[in-house]
């Protein structure tokens, strides 16, 4: 169960900082800059496992 929790803290910074990053690619580069895309793609994976590890507990 420990091993779970810390799994979910290393997620949910992830999941922070690369929320950062995209507003930042954003904002300098737009919203359909290829890196801006790929970004958001990277954050909606990660976020969809956060979810999934919720569900699983």
Do not use: A, W
């Not at 929320?19 to 976020?47: A, M, N, Q, W, Y």
């Amino acid at each position: 169960m420990e091993n779970s929790l810390s799994r979910t803290k290393i997620l949910c910074c992830r999941i922070k900082i690369l929320r950062k990053r995209l507003i930042s690619f954003g904002e300098l580069k737009g919203l359909t800059h290829p890196e801006t895309v790929k970004c958001s793609e990277k954050l909606d994976r990660l976020i969809f496992k956060y979810i999934k590890s919720q569900v699983n507990l």
